[in-house]
């Protein structure tokens, strides 16, 4: 099952060209970022025309590879910093079947963001970069794939783990899931982002 596909076909024009722009702030040329986050020249250049759009992992790939946040990529302003975020004026935003809101504020170390994984939508992407994660489960029940073992998580279980290890999450519920999610901001252009086929990288694919 693939989850590029737009759950709003609307909102696809607003983050194809906040991808590229940020893409090309960042010095990387298609090929080159493409690289980094593990996926096809082709792929991404159908992400950032508007063709696909990018499952929450992806963000994430290319969030890292761009020294800079999901937030930004979907074309949120950051504004000031405020230590309190009202969970009232959290704006949702879909992300390949993903939903996300902010839980911590903008231009911080860390990005934290509470997000609802609906089932089937696993992102197929192991994610390798350098960092730290750290989640807790809200509702519902999660699968998480660290290295070659795999865990089940309930509501009110947590996980804190170097994202160094291959790891990956999905919904065991038909249900979905919802968790906070607290990962570190590191540009880290050599870190790729890679599929189920490669548990145990040593380099960008």
Not at 41 to 58: C, D, I
Not at 98 to 104: D, E, S
Not at 138 to 150: D, M, Q
């Amino acid at each position: 099952m693939t989850t590029d596909r737009p759950d709003d076909p609307a909102a696809l024009p607003a983050v194809a060209p906040q991808l590229r722009e940020l893409r090309r702030r960042a010095g990387h040329t298609l090929e080159t970022a493409a690289r980094a986050a593990g996926l096809s020249a082709a792929h991404l250049s159908r992400l950032e025309t508007g063709q696909r759009q990018p499952s929450l992992p992806m963000l994430l790939a290319l969030a890292r590879v761009y020294g800079t946040t999901v937030s930004a990529l979907l074309g949120e302003t950051g504004g000031e910093q405020h230590a309190v975020i009202r969970g009232a004026e959290a704006e949702p935003a879909p992300a390949g079947g993903w939903t996300y809101w902010p839980a911590g504020g903008s231009g911080r170390a860390m990005q934290a963001l509470r997000v609802r994984v609906p089932y089937g939508a696993q992102g197929d992407m192991v994610r390798v970069h350098p960092g730290e994660e750290w989640l807790h489960v809200l509702r519902g029940r999660l699968r998480l794939r660290l290295g070659e073992s795999e865990h089940l998580l309930h509501p009110g279980d947590g996980a804190h783990f170097d994202s160094l290890t291959p790891h990956r999450i999905g919904a065991a519920d038909a249900d979905g899931a919802e968790l906070l999610f607290v990962h570190t901001l590191l540009q880290s252009p050599g870190a790729p982002c890679l599929g189920p086929g490669h548990p145990n990288p040593k380099g960008p694919a």
